[in-house]
């Protein structure tokens, strides 16, 4: 009998398999800091405070600072958006939430040709919700270079469609130059705030 031979190019390939994953990993922003600071280490603390006291009394402080925490973000939006600052990474579940939420966006945004950061693991203060069947996308664009009002909606002419709408309004913060609101609507003609009437009392 002879000795069966390794398959090289099966090796070769699996090889090179492998070697995409890793490199599409590396390109991707990272979640592990967050899932480890809002998720694993709350979860370690809760245990440690069971296990680690009598009656399990560290335990149970623990969990209702998590309690706590997550009710108020179901009505805090703020902590689980991707808009928030790097501190939310802590924020127990939400955290994660958050960070997930400026990935997801600032991917639209790369999409969209709004974000051009050649860095693909970078990402930029981003969230992205909806309200009233209408989606909202604001980010911090400061510093960053083609995030003018005017360029973006020039962009937005083009690739409205990654959100899939059919009209859009941009916005900037006039008190934080580079805060961008776009919101895109499935409507032919987008509906905002300065749409609606203004009502009042005439003395």
Not at 51 to 77: K, L, M, P, Y
Not at 140 to 165: C, F, N, T, Y
């Amino acid at each position: 009998m002879t000795e069966q031979q390794p398959d090289y190019r099966r090796i070769g390939r699996e090889m090179a398999r492998e070697k995409a994953r890793m490199e599409q990993r590396a390109s991707r922003p990272d979640t592990s800091a967050a899932l480890m600071f809002s998720v694993i280490l709350w979860a370690a603390a809760t245990i440690v405070g069971f296990v680690a006291t009598d009656h399990g009394f560290a335990g149970w402080i623990v969990a209702g600072i998590e309690a706590a925490f997550v009710i108020a973000g179901i009505f805090w939006r703020q902590l689980r958006s991707g808009l928030s600052s790097s501190i939310t990474v802590i924020v127990p579940l939400w955290g994660f939430v958050a960070r997930c939420d400026r990935i997801r966006t600032c991917a639209k945004l790369r999409k969209a040709g709004i974000y051009k950061d050649p860095d693909r693991t970078r990402t930029i203060p981003a969230t992205t919700w909806r309200k009233n069947h209408d989606i909202y996308v604001k980010f911090d664009g400061g510093g960053e270079s083609g995030m003018s009002p005017d360029h973006i909606k020039e962009l937005l002419r083009k690739d409205a469609r990654v959100w899939r709408a059919r009209s859009f309004a941009v916005s900037e913060d006039p008190e934080w130059p580079g805060m961008i609101t776009v919101q895109l609507s499935k409507a032919a003609i987008v509906h905002t705030v300065l749409d609606d009437p203004i009502e009042g009392v005439v003395a």
